[in-house]
């Protein structure tokens, strides 16, 4: 099948399979004389293993690490267990780091009056980012009473 047959079969778009076989995800496939790649059936089984990889959100050096353990039929499953787990471990890292964010937006977000006034704790939280190290916060003018000449300001 060629290309296209394979990305509807798999569920891996054309274009990243190109990019799997570019860094050796998958192996070259065989080409017509034309230079039309043809996949078979098993290159679409790699596939549809490397999408629902990709769809748990292994990285594609864990997916490639996957790929040779699934291939490897003297491979030991604590092996498997090893890369899931700490894949695992990485995710949850990642949803305490997104747990962390949201609840300082939130905070950040209700402390902030949300009217016509440009006093904003959000923005005041942004700008001190500015203050860490040798990074100085961008000069910005004051807000005065006239608004509409500091938007234009900006």
Sequence with gaps: MNIGE???????????IRYYESIGLIANVS??????RV?????????????????LGFSVDQMT????????RS?????VKRIAMEHVAELEQKMKELRDMS????HLAEHCHGDDRP????IENLSNGFQA?????????????????NRQAF
């Design 39 to 55: 996949y078979s059936d098993n290159d679409v089984y790699t596939l549809r293993f490397i999408r629902r990889a990709r769809d």
């Design 103 to 106: 609840k300082t937006l939130r």
């Design 119 to 122: 006093q904003c704790p959000i």
């Design 65 to 72: 690490d996957l790929l040779a353990l699934w291939s490897d």
């Design 75 to 79: 491979r030991a499953s604590a092996d």
């Design 6 to 16: 394979a990305a509807a079969a798999s569920g891996v778009s054309a274009k990243m």
């Design 133 to 149: 190290g040798n990074i100085k916060s961008p000069r910005h003018p004051k807000p005065s009473g006239d608004t509409a000449r």
């Design 31 to 36: 080409r017509t004389e034309a230079g039309y």
